[in-house]
């Protein structure tokens, strides 16, 4: 994929991502802590995913929960800390957006508490009508 540094790549091979790799970043993470390894891996199974691999190492990921025609959900887009500042995670989101199983999908939705800069530049904005949007949320199930 263009636009990596090098010594990227940039993978949406399924069979390729890692769930233990993926598992280490999200357990610390704020909107995943503390999350169940067979979750993670279950999570990964049935989502759409790519990720960026450094040096044979999994640094990055990212990953959509769709239908391929009129939803798509993206969450758990991660770069470890000591490659963050180098385009990975909107690389990753664009790869995503322009892949071709995804490309005709009308709706993308996603949550974020502190990266709403990248997201705008990638064609995001705020929910137009929030009034519409609910959610259910369980706070008690384990992760």
């Known amino acids: ?4 540094p090098p010594g990227y790549e940039l993978i949406d091979d ?3 991502i890692d ?16 999350i169940a390894r067979e979750t993670v891996t279950m999570a990964l199974r049935n989502s ?3 990720a960026v691999i450094h040096e044979g190492q999994q ?3 990212a990953r959509v929960i769709t239908d391929y025609a009129s939803m798509a959900y993206l969450l758990d887009v991660y770069v470890l800390e000591a490659h963050r500042g180098q385009g990975l995670s ?4 664009a790869h995503l957006q322009d892949h071709p199983d995804l490309r005709a999908v009308r709706a993308w939705l996603l949550r974020t508490a502190d ?9 995001w904005a705020a929910v137009a009508e929030p ?9 008690d199930i384990s992760s």
Do not use: D, N
């Open 1 to 4: 994929m263009s636009g990596l």
């Open 14 to 16: 399924q069979a390729r």
């Open 19 to 34: 769930p233990a790799a993926a598992h280490v970043f999200l357990t610390r993470s704020y909107w995943a802590k503390g």
């Open 48 to 50: 759409f995913c790519v």
């Open 59 to 61: 640094i990055a990921m």
């Open 90 to 93: 909107k690389a990753m989101v």
């Open 115 to 123: 990266a709403h800069g990248l997201y705008r530049k990638l064609g």
């Open 131 to 139: 009034g519409r949007m609910m959610e259910r949320f369980s706070a």
